[in-house]
Structures are given as C-alpha cells and as structure tokens.
C-alpha cells in the first residue's frame, strides 16, 4: 500500500504560477493566465488528497480535462489518461487496474467519483502516468511513464521547436493520444498558451478561433493533410502561423515536399517528427530545411536522445533502436505492474531502418504486427482476440492506410465490422472484413497474412442508375455507418452527431460517390438538405413546387437539349456546346484533382475511358451503317486528320476535342512540377491556361486543330471557376468572362447564351427545378454525352414526322444508351471484384 510521502512531481505542472499572467488557456468563450490555471490545479489538487493514489481520467480538450491532469501531476498521482467518448474503453480499464478515484469533465467543474476511501494499490514512487499503447481498444497494456519521462521529452520537444512564451499552439488531437499530450506538456513548459477546442480543421469555425487567438502552430496525423486539401488551406489567411508538426503514421514524401513548399511560401514551418508512446512521444524530428531534400526522413534524435540500427537475422535492414530520457519504464499489464520500476533501458521500436547519407533517419518497414492508421497504433493480435473472444476465428492483416480482416465461417461481416470498428476506436471504412471459408495458411499451416491482405476490396462500383437518379438517397446510411449512430435526425448535420477528422475522410468519399458531387460545407449542412425526406416544419409555398439543382447540373440537362433541338430544327438556339465545355473544365477541376498524383493519373484515365469507349463503339456502329462516317471518325481523330471542311465527319467534335483537353491536361499534370504547381496555385494554374487559351481565341496563335480556338480557353475558364474561393477571385473570373466572350460569335443571342452560362456556373451554386421535372434534369444531365453521340442516327429520320418527337427520341434514346453503358460497367466491376475475391479464398 502507498501511504502519504514526499513523491515525486512534474515541475511543468508544479510550477505553473510562475508565468504569472501570461495567457495558458483560450477557448472560444473564456481565457485563463497561468495564474488562475494554476489555483485551478491546486484547488482540485486539495480534492485528489495528499495520499498517493491512481486516478483514471476521462479526458476530453477542456479546461476541466486539462486543469485534472495537471492536478494529477502536480499532486503526485499516478494517472490513467483515456479518451472521454470511448465508454467500452473506460469499463476494460476500470475493471483491469480498479482505480481509486475517476474524474470526468463536467460544466466547468471536474466531477470527481471517489471510488474508495485512500487506495489498495502499490504504486512505484516514479510513476506518473500510464496511456494505451494501441489507441482506444481497451487493451490492459498500457505504457508506465515516469515523472522524469514527462519532463523531458517536453523539454527536447520545446527545444527543438524553440518554442516561446508568445506561442499559441490549438489543439486538434485528443489530450489522451501521446502526440496530442506532447504538445500541451511542451508549451506549459515554456509558458506558452494553448488553445483548446473539439473542433475539426473542416470546420471554419476552427480557422475562425485559430485566427481571433493568435495561435501559431497545430499538429497534424497523415490524414489531417487530406481533410486541408478539401478545404483549400494554401488559400487561408494565417498569418500568426509559424509551423505545423507532422507525426502519428508517415506522410507521403510528396505531401511533404508540398506542404514544406507551402511553408516557404507563407512563412511558417513543416516539422515531420517520429515517436512512439513508448518513448513519451517524440523520438525525432526532421529540420525543416531538409524536408525538401529528405522528405521520406523521420529525421534526427531529438535532442537528449540517441538511436542505433541493429541488424536483423536475413533482413536487407536493421531494426530501429532509441535510447534517451524520455524512455518508460516498462509495461503495465495489470495492477499489479504498477509497483514496478523500471524494466528496460533502450527502446526497440520494431521499425527497420536505415541511415541517410545526409545523416538523418529513414523507416523502410515493420518488424512487428503492428500498424498505425490515422494516428492510432493497431496491435493486429489484439484485433485476433478481440474476434476470438466473440467466438469468431479470424486473421488480420494492414497497412497504415486501412486494416483487412479475414473470419472464418458465414459471419454477418456488417455487424463484425461495426463492433470491430468500435472497439478499435477507428473510423468504419478504414477496415475491412471478408468471410472466407477457411483462413489462409502457409504450407507449414501458419496463417498466411499476405493472402489475407490481398483480399483488400477493389473500388466500389459506380452508382447504380437508380442511385444516380435518386440523388442523395443514401445520405442518412453514410452518415449512419461512418458515425456508428442509429437514429439521424432531419436537423443533424455531420459536426452535430459527432463527425471528427478521422471519420471525414471516409464519409466525404462515400457522399460524393452518392452524390455526383460534393456540396460546399456539407458537414455542417442539416440532412434533410443533403438527402429528401419527410419534414414537419412548414415551407414557403414556392419550394413546395421547387427544388434546388446544383448549377452545372442544370446546364448539362438545358445545354443538350438546347443542342439536340437546334439540330433537329424544332428551334435555333446557338451556344450551349460552348457552355458545356466550360462546365466540362469545371467538373474536371472538381472531381478529377485531388489526391495523390499517381492514383489521381489513375482517376483520370479511367474517366477518359468512360468517354472514349461509349463513343468509339456508337461511333464504330454508325459507320457500319450510314455513310456518313469513316474510321478516322472511330478513333475519335477527325479533328485532326479529316477534312477542313464542316461535313457530316464533324457531327462529334465536341467529343473529340473535348478527349484532346482532357489527355492533354492529364499529360501535364503528370508532370512533377506541374503537379506541385496546380497544388500549390490552384487558381493561377487555370488562369495560366485560360491565358494561353486566349492566344487562340485572338487568332495569335493557329493551333491547326479546327474548333480548338474556344475550346482550351473555356475548358481552362470552366477550370478557373471551380478553384475560386472568395468573392474578389469570382469578380476576377467574371470579369475575363465579360471581356472575353463578347465579339467572339459575331451573334448576340449565341454570345449571351455562353456568357449567361459561365455567370451562372460562377455565382449560383444551385438553380430552383419544379420538382416533378428535377428527376428527369438529372437524368438528361447525366446521359448527355450519349444523347449527343445517339442524336445524329435518330433524328434524321423521324424530324420530317414531327421534330418534337424527333428531339424527345433522340434524347430518351441517348438515355437508355446510358443505362446500358452504366450497367455493363458495374457488371464487369462486379465480376473483377468476385474473380479477385474468389481467388483469394
């Protein structure tokens, strides 16, 4: 038993009253010098008692959170930090360890549960704090870390950053994760403040308290990165920011060297950092001025530490060792494990790696079964026995991007992967379960991992076309299975139901897939306006008849009719075409730009494809029965190699000039520093093209490609449109829009046409449809391309009856073409995925 002693304190959280009235702590509504926190702590201190005892703390990023922690460590209490919102987390703890006092936040008040009058527990005088090793699964082990661990690494990290009293870092990890703790023990250390908050970066209202705070640093995990790039942070305004760290998983080395650039450019920082909760937090740090160079480094040893490479027994590279002060004392497993003192001296990090001529450090790979995604450390025989436990036989595999799971038997591998997902505290889509009928194994009868993790799913089939037609039919189940949240009500919105950065990714993925597209600000959006359905509130009587489209939407369905019907003759309405391939560079920039450049190349070839062959094989069709066509028309290269004069070959130059854009943009794009320069200008880039679009809209330039002279300018224009984000760079793209277009036709009507087009596409994200007629909007704007390919075979015969019918055949025609495009895809989707499936097992 522990009885009252002079134990041990953190002198960062000791001494916090001698920064006096420098800012600690700012929220949205409040702000505590270091004076009022530390009385905070000390009265709290009083509560906790003087005898030493183990207190379990539920911890959320508040003031009460924060302010128990630090009463903990200043009070000499050994303390188990667990994330507030992971209840099955608490309980196994609880019932492993039987702590002595529990506090949770409360309402500006930490709720302390005494559990039992002093303690029945040995606790070893260095002992201050014990974190999970493996996220929020629950795991009895957990890592023992002693009072001198915790001022240390503070120390080295604050040193490394040179972190200073007018530092402001906001929190956007969990105080219970160790790189997320590191940040608050590192700027305490220095008198620094911190900014508390639960908000994501996806947030504006995030961005909005980074900026009214001062703050001058964040901390990121790989997918941090993602969600930036979805709120277009090279354009925020932060001009307190003075750096940004990197840590939790290894960031791609292009990420890297992107947003190092950035930094250059704005004036803050990018610190890539390597650690493990084993060590504290941080073991390395890579020098800004390398990241350019090294990207793929995690740097050198911070300072106070040391690492070697030891080799390994039939391996090209050694595994990682570390030595420092900041090294635990050993794992604790059980109660029992807390009278222990220190048990190792060196830290085997299970990472193989090797040195860099420049002297930093590079991880090549893993020697243990553990992986780490999206920040949180996956212990793969915890995830086995978790299933073994629910009596289901299972192998795991992963990587950092996503755990696989193989079971055994015809098991409901929905309910496995909600009660998986979990219990591992990670967000739904970043696993996978397969039933298989018996688990892999090696000749030797081991599991064979590898096999399991090749069972990784394909890509998910295109929207089915009752799905494209619906719309947004299946919002609520997104949100339903990225969240784990049964009941959504018409109000929710993504932030209100618990939405975070971990579960953005995956569920803006899948909404986007529903949606043809992604709504600005959609995760604060309430559902009933991403996704119809049943609302009791009263309505304006205009939107009981009307619904609002998204524009571009709405100019592909008007555009191909306008088209078909000047074609046939039913009317004469010129500019529409011009208008579509303004909106054709606009979804482009949307939908075919984000990403990685290898997968985004990918992306895009394969949206190519989804032209070119529907094109070719309707094309290869009306050759063999008109005379209209020859096989230059086939291979989609009339506009270069077919006549100069407008015949019946030019009927699908749209088609083919619009493939020459898109082959030539994704050309360019592959290209490193052209990649790097969309991402870093992504408006500049697009005017740039629109620039060069203009030479030959000026005849200054002949392209030799009859009909390219509007095309590269409006596609490069529509492109533009889409990379705006304020309303100074919008008045810019109209502007060029207004100055351009006029005299291009030498006809108002047609020059109006593509100029009201390009407005409407620039200033009004949706446009009100009577809702009986916004199904079929959606269809024609999605089966246009084939209305247009189908047109020129079924009008001609059937405009001498009547041109309305001719238009509606043409059009119902091209639409049923669609259908069957659309369902031939899914089909050879489906087969890969089941050939590749079936493989497997």
Known sequence: MTTQLDFLRVPFAADLASYGDRPAILTDTMALTYRELAQRVDELAVRLGTERRLVALAAANDVDSLVAYLAALAGGHPLILLPEDKPAALESL?????????????????LVEERRPGTRHELHPDLALLLSTSGSTGSPKLVRLSHANLQANAESIAEYLALGPDDRAVTTLPMSYCYGLSVINSHLLRGAGLVLTELSVVDPCFWELFRNRGATSFAAVPYTFELLERVGFAGLELPG?????????????????????????????????????????????????????VPGAIGIPIPGGDFRIDPVAGLEHGELVYTGPNIMLGYAESAEDLRSGRTIEELRTGDLARQHPTGVYEVVGR??????????????????K????????????GTDDGLVVAVEGGHDTQLLGKVLAQGLGLPRAALQIHAVQHLPRLATGKLDYQAVQALTRPDPAPPSVDAAADGPASVRKIFADALEVADIADGDTFVSLGGDSLSYVAASVRLERALGHLPPDWHLTPVRDLEPGPRTAPVRKLRRFFAPLETSIVLRAVGIVLIVSTHVGLFTWQGAAHVLMAVAGYNFARFQLSGERVPRLRRQLASLARIVVPSIVFIAVAYLVTDNYTPVNILLLNAILGPEAVTTQWHFWF?????????????????????????RFPLLLPLALTGAGLLTRYELIDPGVPHTVPALWLFALGWAIARTRTVAQRCLVSAIAVLTVPGFFDNATREGTLLAGILLLIWLPGIPVPKGLRRLTVVLASASLYAYLVHWLVYPPLAGISPALAVAASLAVGAAYWVVCLRFANAVTRRRARSKKTAMR
Not at 367 to 384: A, C, P, T
Not at 658 to 668: D, F, K, P, S
């Open 94 to 110: 609880l019932e492993a360890y039987d702590p002595d006092v529990l506090v949770r936040s409360g309402n500006g008040r930490a």
């Open 241 to 293: 920011l003075r750096y940004v760290t990197q840590a939790g998983g290894r960031l791609a080395p292009e990420m890297v060297r992107r947003y190092a650039g950035l930094g250059r450019e704005k004036g803050w920082d990018l610190v890539v950092m390597y650690g493990q909760t084993e060590a504290t937090a941080r073991m390395a740090y890579l020098p800004p001025g390398l990241a350019a160079t």
């Open 367 to 384: 020697r243990s079964r553990f992986v780490k995604i999206v920040g949180l450390r996956v212990d793969l025989g915890q995830v086995e």
């Open 386 to 397: 978790i299933l073994a436990d629910l009596g289901v036989q299972a192998a795991s595999s």
């Open 655 to 679: 088609i083919e000039i619009l493939v020459y854009l898109i082959v030539g943009m994704t050309a360019l794009l592959a290209v490193p520093w052209v990649d790097r320069a969309e991402r």
